[in-house]
């Protein structure tokens, strides 16, 4: 039985599997992606690639909110997201001194009214497109649309009910358009270690997992973002990286099971120690 055909079933009654629990708990071991026709999924500047890619992922310095992805061959910079009306100094500025005059202060309109966490840009560098990222309201909440510079939706992400699910982890259903018919489906494990995507059929299109040094920083200091993505032959690269993002908008901040991250590290250490 597939993976994703093990979420159907009450997680519950497979919690006795130890296998399964631990996938749960911190997600597949490897990835198993599989290689798509063109045009069979999600679309925004077509670019694609007849073998399996890889990107890393990382948060920007000196942020928690703002995050980049560099090409895994040439190692540059091809997107980096930021949020209107934030703080630029942010860790460095605890007080928020530098939003008190302009162009930051609500009083010269500058400011996105609402909650500016839920105003995010991406932009594109080496022939990667530039996209925004917005929810219908003034919060971050909720249904978000990933669209071009110039206004056009190619995408739409929203959080599962966990009821309708009937699972324990984080699931997101990713949408064309603005439509509400789901093309992929994201899920998380309970550590934030991994990241799935799978399209209709239950093939593995993207994989994304926490670097070691991630998990190390994690359990060390609480923080540690870098992860390695590797996205699926035949998959545009540019929808499947906007879903990347996407999924910070929506579940910005995963529950991290620290228990569950101590014992992956201390594998591993054990593992390069014998």
């Known amino acids: 039985m597939s993976n994703h055909g ?5 997680e519950m009654d497979a919690m006795n599997d130890p ?6 708990a911190l997600g597949p071991p490897s990835p198993e992606l599989k290689a798509q026709e063109k045009g069979s999924g999600i679309e925004y500047k077509k670019m694609y690639f007849d073998e399996n890619v890889k990107y890393l992922f990382k948060s920007a310095h000196l942020s928690v909110d703002d995050y980049r992805i560099y090409n895994g061959k040439g190692g540059k910079m091809i997107l980096h997201s930021h949020h209107p009306g934030k703080d630029p100094f942010d860790s460095l500025d605890p007080l928020g001194m530098a939003t008190n005059h302009p162009p930051y202060n609500r009083k010269n309109n500058m400011m996105p009214t609402g909650e500016w966490n839920a105003h995010c840009d991406v932009t594109g560098s080496h022939g990667f ?3 925004k990222i917005r929810p219908k309201s003034v919060s971050r909440h909720g249904r978000q649309y990933i669209s071009s510079k110039d206004g056009h939706c190619f995408m739409n992400m929203s959080k599962q009910s966990k009821l309708k699910t009937m699972s324990v982890r984080t699931s997101l259903d990713v949408c064309a358009g603005d439509s509400s018919d789901p093309v992929y489906n994201v899920q998380t494990d309970l550590a934030a270690r991994t ?9 593995q299109v993207m994989f994304m997992q926490k670097s070691s040094k991630a998990l190390v920083m994690n359990v060390a200091t609480g923080h540690g973002s870098e992860s390695i993505i590797e996205i699926a032959a035949g998959c545009d690269v540019t929808a499947m990286l906007a879903i990347v993002y996407g999924i910070k908008q929506v579940v910005p ?14 594998e591993i250490w054990n593992g390069r120690s014998s």
């Open 253 to 266: 901040n995963p529950r991290i099971l620290r228990v569950g991250l101590e014992q992956h590290c201390t």
């Open 6 to 10: 093990k979420k159907k079933r009450s």
């Open 129 to 131: 497109p530039s996209f």
């Open 19 to 24: 296998e399964f629990a631990l996938e749960i």
């Open 195 to 203: 990241v799935v995507v799978r399209n209709m059929k239950d093939e």
